[in-house]
């Protein structure tokens, strides 16, 4: 399957992955941005089968039950809670603590709207599973995948989130105003 999608993605959608993500580094926040298209999900499903490696999302509870809830988990989803007394950081950490390999994907602007600023759950994630943020990039421009070496966390938050924004300079993503 691995060969399969590498064709596809590569030859016939005339994509690249750019960078590696360690295998050892079995827990994580990857931070995929710009998130502005549904198109994102097959672009990081065959990223994610090049790369080889388990990257899981999460997705309101209500989506895992009949007839999708199968496919979700089989696609690496984990059901959270989203009523306003969970606290959706505390989830995932849990999850962390509960997985020994989970590597979870999320767009730091939390839609695939334009928004002005990024969410802050992500950092919150990574800094209480005590974990590494990995910044990726779907840049559409070049038909590139950017894969950036991870980033641990130093609890302040200012300098951390404009040295994460620096990595995707330049990025375009699908629907060119959200970058």
């Not at 999460?58 to 984990?78: D, Q, R, V």
């Not at 994630?125 to 070496?149: Q, R, S, W």
């Not at 200012?158 to 375009?172: H, P, Q, R, W």
Request: charge should be positive; hydrophobic fraction near 40%.
């Amino acid at each position: 399957m691995r060969v399969l999608a590498t064709f596809i993605f590569t030859k016939l959608m005339g994509w690249k992955v750019e960078g590696d993500m360690s295998p050892e580094i079995k827990k994580a926040i990857v931070i995929v941005f710009p998130h502005t298209s549904w198109h994102d999900f097959y672009i990081g499903a065959f990223a994610r089968k090049i790369l080889n490696l388990q990257i899981n999302f999460i997705a309101k509870k209500e989506l895992f039950k009949f007839p999708f809830g199968s496919y979700f988990k089989w696609m690496g989803g984990a059901p959270v809670d989203r009523k306003s007394n969970q606290n959706t950081v505390q989830q995932v950490v849990e999850m962390f603590k509960n997985h020994e390999e989970f590597r979870l994907a999320i767009a730091p602007e939390g839609t695939r709207k334009k928004v002005d600023k990024w969410k802050t759950g992500f950092y919150y994630m990574a800094l209480e599973a005590k974990v590494p943020i990995i910044c990726v990039a779907f840049d559409y421009g070049i038909k590139t995948v950017k894969i950036h070496a991870p980033f641990y966390p130093t609890n302040n938050f200012s300098d951390d989130l404009n040295t994460l924004k620096s990595f995707y300079k330049g990025v375009e993503g699908k629907i060119k105003s959200h970058t």
